[in-house]
């Protein structure tokens, strides 16, 4: 059988199951079960699927169909070009939170910034980025879950990450110091919205790494009120924020006295990251 009639009929099951992501997810299972680079599948190479195989790829095909995403069926995910193992104590690691590692990158190394903390670390895709991608930082990583901690320090490690510590807190609570740069993507869904969200997402995120409480906003309000001891003079704060935040978000940070300098768009064009920096106050 040819591997282009096995991905057509692949990707015809999850096109009547309405799987928007069809073609890239038929192409990433056959690969992964079948151990397949890119150039096989160009050179349509013929192949003849084994007793196994073909159970394993039915196996696979309806998990994907009942929507399970294909990080939790395979057990790892990229973010940033580096492999993360997700479980079900970890957020699924998104796309879009690239942005943030590019945009504390920049900062990172603009203002030669040395130390950074992250809040809320989950599988800890935020922060191996950043480390691996930068020279001379060294992180404290926060979750109030231990079992992502865990997850996020078996992360780091298998990316050969070694200048980090990782800490169960609530958000900031147990650290005594302050940061050149704080990063932090916090859940941010409004509760009674949680019911209303993708399959994919309600059944396999944990609810404690998407609940944002009634308005979305609570954990801005912690993070924005512990960030004035937790952020040194002239360092930044960067938060990932839902679409319809940025005005929320920027006065919770300016009661706190941070003034937002910049505002960052997601690819579709989305507010996606504020950047907030202490405000001058005048003596
Ligand atoms: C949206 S997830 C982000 C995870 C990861 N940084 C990422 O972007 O993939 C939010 C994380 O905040 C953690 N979290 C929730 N409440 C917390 C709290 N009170 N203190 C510390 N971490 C918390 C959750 O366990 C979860 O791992």
């Known amino acids: 059988m040819l591997l282009s009639e096995i991905h057509k009929s692949t990707k015809e099951k999850f096109d009547e199951f309405g799987i928007q992501t069809s073609e890239i997810d038929s192409r990433t299972?056959?690969?992964?079960?079948?151990?397949?680079?890119?150039?096989?599948?160009?050179?349509?190479?013929?192949?003849?699927?084994?007793?196994?195989?073909?159970?394993?790829?039915?196996?696979?095909?309806?998990?994907?169909?009942?929507?399970?995403?294909?990080?939790?069926i395979f057990g790892s995910k990229e973010f940033f070009s580096m492999k993360f193992d997700v479980n079900e104590f970890v957020l699924d690691?998104?796309?879009?939170?690239?942005?943030?590692?590019?945009?504390?990158?920049?900062l990172i190394q603009e203002n030669n910034l040395k130390s950074i903390l992250e809040l809320g670390v989950g599988s800890g895709c935020i922060i191996a980025a950043i480390l691996s991608n930068s020279i001379g930082t060294k992180a404290v990583?926060?979750?109030?879950?231990?079992?992502?901690?865990?997850?996020?320090?078996?992360?780091?490690?298998?990316?050969?990450?070694?200048?980090f510590d990782l800490v169960v807190s609530d958000w900031g609570l147990s650290l005594n110091r302050a940061f050149d740069?704080?990063?932090s993507n916090p859940p941010y869904i409004k509760t009674n919205e949680i019911?209303?969200?993708?399959?994919?997402?309600?059944?396999?995120?944990?609810?404690?790494?998407?609940?944002?409480?009634?308005?979305?906003?609570?954990?801005?309000?912690?993070?924005?009120n512990q960030s004035t001891q937790l952020i040194n003079e002239k360092g930044y704060i960067l938060v990932e924020i839902g679409h319809d935040?940025?005005?929320?978000?920027?006065k919770i940070f300016g009661n706190n006295d941070f003034l937002l300098t910049n505002k960052v768009k997601d690819y579709s064009n989305l507010d996606r990251v504020l950047i907030f920096v202490k405000k001058k106050i005048k003596k």
Do not use: W
Not at 93 to 106: D, G, Q, T
């Open 29 to 72: 299972i056959i690969k992964k079960i079948l151990n397949l680079s890119d150039k096989d599948f160009i050179m349509d190479t013929k192949i003849s699927l084994s007793n196994k195989e073909s159970e394993y790829l039915s196996k696979v095909v309806l998990q994907r169909l009942s929507g399970k995403p294909l990080s939790r």
């Open 93 to 106: 690691p998104r796309p879009e939170s690239e942005i943030l590692v590019e945009k504390a990158l920049h």
């Open 141 to 163: 990583g926060v979750d109030i879950s231990e079992q992502a901690i865990m997850t996020a320090k078996s992360n780091l490690i298998k990316n050969g990450i070694k200048n």
């Open 181 to 183: 740069i704080i990063i």
């Open 195 to 224: 019911k209303n969200l993708n399959k994919n997402v309600k059944d396999h995120d944990p609810l404690i790494s998407l609940d944002g409480g009634v308005d979305g906003l609570d954990c801005y309000r912690v993070i924005a």
């Open 245 to 250: 935040q940025a005005k929320g978000v920027e």
